[in-house]
């Protein structure tokens, strides 16, 4: 990289931006900064500490699948030690509850005799009832486990997940989600998937800690609580990053490289103003509401799954089954509730209390929470943009965008939200170090760059 007189600037301090900050550190120490809009540092991966206790922000958890240069970046580089814990989900399905991920014999043994033979019967019929090629997420599922299991299990959940009904929802992003969700994964599941997981002792905060360490210790820059407000242009170069500092101070940096791991039509609207693409991507939101609950559940499954639209709660986790080491009181148990929203639900603008009450009802309705046991309301949080949505059409806007912002040669988008994807912790460590191996390397051709985004592209995430 040739090095002028600027900064080299870093957008987010989530897994993907503090790991680059980290790896270019190691070459140019103090230039590098990182300017994040929140007071806690690691974006969706962050732990909160409060009181002794942890709180990831939704359940998180490690693939065994992990990618390798990722996991060796944890476990080696980072040395943290992870727990083995084991899997076992689950998945509530007309007042029961089905093992998740599903087990061959107990899915079909929890399913009245009727039911499973009319699932059988319908996957039989299954190419003939979606002829021809699928256009949508619905046509798709129809076509690959027929329409009575859709009916049951998928059609619902991913409009509560998404926010749209399964025939507004696009292909291309759903074949690259391996959750329950995709078409091939409950047959994956059912021969045989992962029965366990990894999992940082101090929640998965503690890998973003470890990474904002590194990063520090190797000279980087991160001002937190500050939020970039403009990036200026001179023809095909970023000159300036703007952003509001603590207290509302402005500021500008002069830029030599900018990285943006923020929402891709966010960086658009810094860019070249709002208006244009800039706002035509669909992203989905979730609230999480906190509770402890005296000596945890009686059921001691890790995480609860609730597809239906009935409810509006859609996963439940029980987090000492994720770490015993999340709560300083081992008879309080923290138990995570996710519900996805977009803005303009009401849930979404409900004062904190009276949603936190909302969600009680609904586990008490589910009957998840049961005399002689009780769980108290902690705290509740939202978060914006936590999945982007691939409703019909996301492809053309989001490529007519990033296209755009990709011909100016010293900015890079990358990250979960910098490429509209999907996609997993590991995925964002290795788009990262890709990046800073690529610009360590002296990053002169974008072309080369590109070839690694097409392939970050084709990431497919794992639940
Ligand atoms: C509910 C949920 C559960 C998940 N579960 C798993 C799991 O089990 N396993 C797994 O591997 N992955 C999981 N993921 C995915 C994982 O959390 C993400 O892929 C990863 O954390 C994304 O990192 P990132 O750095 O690319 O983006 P982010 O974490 O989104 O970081 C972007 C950062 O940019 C900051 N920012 C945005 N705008 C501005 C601005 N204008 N100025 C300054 N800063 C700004 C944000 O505050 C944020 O800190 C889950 C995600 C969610 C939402």
Same mark, same amino acid.
């Given at each position: 990289?040739?090095?002028?007189?600027?900064? /080299?600037?870093?957008?987010?301090?989530?897994?993907?931006?503090?790991?680059?900050?980290?790896?270019?550190?190691?070459?140019?120490?103090?230039?590098?900064?990182?300017?994040?809009?929140?007071?806690?540092?690691?974006?969706?991966?962050?732990?909160?500490?409060?009181?002794?206790?942890?709180?990831?922000?939704?359940?998180?958890?490690?693939?065994?699948?992990?990618?390798?240069?990722?996991?060796?970046?944890?476990?080696?580089?980072?040395?943290?030690?992870?727990?083995?814990?084991?899997?076992?989900?689950?998945?509530?399905?007309?007042?029961?509850?089905?093992?998740?991920?599903?087990?061959?014999?107990?899915?079909?043994?929890?399913?009245?005799?009727?039911?499973?033979?009319?699932?059988?019967?319908?996957?039989?019929?299954?190419?003939?009832?979606?002829?021809?090629?699928?256009?949508?997420?619905?046509?798709?599922?129809?076509?690959?486990?027929?329409?009575?299991?859709?009916?049951?299990?998928?059609?619902?959940?991913?409009?509560?997940?998404?926010?749209?009904?399964?025939?507004?929802?696009?292909?291309?992003?759903?074949?690259?989600?391996?959750? @329950?969700?995709?078409?091939?994964?409950?047959?994956?599941?059912?021969?045989?998937?992962?029965?366990? @997981?990894?999992?940082?002792?101090?929640?998965?905060?503690?890998?973003?800690?470890?990474?904002?360490?590194?990063?520090?210790?190797?000279?980087?820059?991160?001002?937190?609580?500050?939020?970039?407000?403009?990036?200026?242009?001179?023809?095909?170069?970023?000159?300036?990053?703007?952003?509001?500092?603590?207290?509302?101070?402005?500021?500008?940096?002069?830029?030599?490289?900018? @990285?943006?791991?923020?929402?891709?039509?966010?960086?658009?609207?810094?860019?070249?103003?709002?208006?244009?693409?800039?706002?035509?991507?669909?992203?989905?939101?979730?609230?999480?509401?906190?509770?402890?609950?005296?000596?945890?559940?009686?059921?001691?499954?890790?995480?609860?799954?609730?597809?239906?639209?009935?409810?509006?709660?859609?996963?439940?986790?029980?987090?000492?089954?994720?770490?015993?080491?999340?709560?300083?009181?081992?008879?309080?148990?923290?138990?995570?509730?996710?519900?996805?929203?977009?803005?303009?639900?009401?849930?979404?603008?409900?004062?904190?209390?009276?949603?936190?009450?909302?969600?009680?009802?609904?586990?008490?309705?589910?009957?998840? /929470?049961?005399?002689?046991?009780?769980?108290?309301?902690?705290?509740?949080?939202?978060?914006?943009?936590?999945?982007?949505?691939?409703?019909?059409?996301?492809?053309?806007?989001?490529?007519?965008?990033?296209?755009?912002?990709?011909?100016?040669?010293?900015?890079?988008?990358?990250?979960?939200?910098?490429?509209?994807?999907?996609?997993?912790?590991?995925?964002?460590?290795?788009?990262?170090?890709?990046?800073?191996?690529?610009?360590?390397?002296?990053?002169?051709?974008?072309?080369?760059?590109?070839?690694?985004?097409?392939?970050?592209?084709?990431?497919?995430?794992?639940?």
């Amino acid at each position: 990289m040739e090095m002028g007189s600027g900064k /080299i600037v870093i957008l987010g301090a989530g897994v993907t931006g503090l790991v680059l900050a980290g790896r270019l550190a190691q070459a140019h120490g103090d230039r590098v900064v990182v300017i994040e809009q929140e007071g806690l540092l690691g974006g969706l991966a962050a732990t909160l500490s409060r009181q002794g206790f942890f709180y990831d922000l939704g359940s998180h958890r490690l693939h065994p699948d992990n990618l390798p240069r990722a996991d060796r970046y944890i476990r080696g580089k980072l040395k943290i030690k992870l727990l083995r814990r084991p899997r076992r989900g689950a998945l509530s399905f007309q007042g029961r509850f089905l093992d998740y991920p599903p087990r061959f014999g107990n899915f079909f043994r929890s399913l009245p005799f009727q039911e499973a033979s009319a699932i059988f019967a319908s996957y039989w019929r299954r190419r003939a009832a979606s002829p021809g090629e699928p256009a949508n997420y619905e046509e798709l599922m129809i076509r690959t486990v027929g329409r009575r299991l859709y009916q049951l299990f998928y059609r619902d959940f991913a409009e509560k997940l998404w926010g749209l009904p399964a025939d507004r929802i696009a292909l291309d992003g759903i074949k690259r989600r391996r959750t @329950f969700l995709d078409p091939n994964a409950l047959w994956r599941m059912l021969s045989g998937a992962a029965r366990h @997981f990894y999992y940082p002792q101090a929640g998965i905060g503690e890998i973003t800690a470890k990474l904002a360490q590194d990063a520090l210790a190797r000279g980087a820059v991160i001002l937190k609580s500050s939020k970039v407000t403009g990036l200026q242009r001179i023809g095909n170069r970023i000159t300036g990053v703007s952003f509001i500092g603590p207290g509302g101070r402005p500021d500008t940096f002069a830029a030599q490289q900018v @990285f943006s791991t923020i929402a891709v039509d966010d960086l658009y609207a810094l860019v070249y103003g709002r208006g244009g693409p800039a706002g035509s991507l669909q992203w989905r939101d979730l609230r999480i509401a906190y509770f402890h609950v005296d000596q945890g559940l009686k059921d001691r499954r890790e995480t609860f799954y609730f597809p239906s639209l009935g409810l509006k709660i859609g996963r439940v986790s029980q987090m000492n089954r994720y770490s015993p080491f999340l709560n300083p009181d081992a008879g309080k148990v923290v138990l995570t509730v996710e519900v996805p929203l977009s803005e303009q639900d009401s849930l979404w603008r409900m004062p904190d209390d009276e949603f936190l009450r909302f969600c009680l009802d609904e586990l008490n309705k589910v009957k998840i /929470i049961q005399e002689p046991f009780s769980a108290d309301p902690v705290f509740a949080l939202s978060l914006k943009k936590a999945y982007p949505v691939y409703a019909l059409g996301w492809r053309e806007k989001f490529s007519a965008m990033y296209t755009e912002l990709n011909r100016l040669e010293n900015l890079y988008a990358l990250g979960r939200k910098g490429l509209f994807l999907h996609c997993n912790i590991d995925q964002c460590m290795v788009q990262a170090l890709s990046c800073a191996d690529f610009i360590l390397a002296g990053g002169r051709d974008k072309t080369v760059w590109d070839k690694q985004v097409a392939d970050f592209l084709l990431f497919s995430a794992r639940d």
